[in-house]
């Protein structure tokens, strides 16, 4: 690099060089900063999903209204279920219509969608309107979650 820069060691050149060096340096440097956090993230990244559970909330997904309102709603669905039905990855809560609208559950989603993504939610309507459902499924072992945070009774 040094005998390329002496060949331009005259005027403008030299100049385009020394700007194209300083250029080539922090551009240089900065990639390999940002690669090295990249790098240093993902390791901690990776030893965080060794040791902490897959199934946790995001607290701050929601901001203090929003959680308020959440809270509410949680506890109504909680309150008024009718049924629960265990199926092979989760759980359907069963509401009549006139305790618990399907908005109040698609609310309810919405907001719960941003603090605990790991959910695979599900909501339906049946018998001609007459029953709400709410189902929640994910990954193995979002059923032991579910009973803890949901108080779904054990068999």
């Not at 959440?70 to 109504?76: E, V």
Request: include cysteine.
């Amino acid at each position: 690099m040094y005998i390329e820069i002496k060949q331009f060691a005259g005027g403008k050149e030299w100049k385009a060089v020394r700007m194209a060096l300083c250029l080539w340096l922090s551009l240089g440097g900065t990639a390999h900063l940002h690669a090295q956090s990249t790098l240093e993230t993902t390791s901690t990244e990776k030893k965080a999903m060794t040791t902490e559970s897959k199934f946790y909330c995001n607290t701050k997904a929601l901001n203090p209204t929003e959680r308020a309102r959440h809270k509410q709603l949680t506890d109504k669905l909680v309150a008024e279920r009718n049924r629960i039905v265990e199926t092979d990855k989760g759980y359907e809560l069963q509401y009549n219509p006139s305790s618990v609208s399907i908005a109040e559950v698609a609310e309810w989603v919405t907001a719960e969608s941003k603090c605990c993504p790991f959910f695979d939610f599900h909501i339906d309507l049946e018998h001609e309107g007459r029953l709400v459902c709410l189902r929640l499924t994910g990954e193995e072992g979002v059923k032991a979650f579910l009973r803890s945070e949901f108080k779904v009774p054990a068999k």
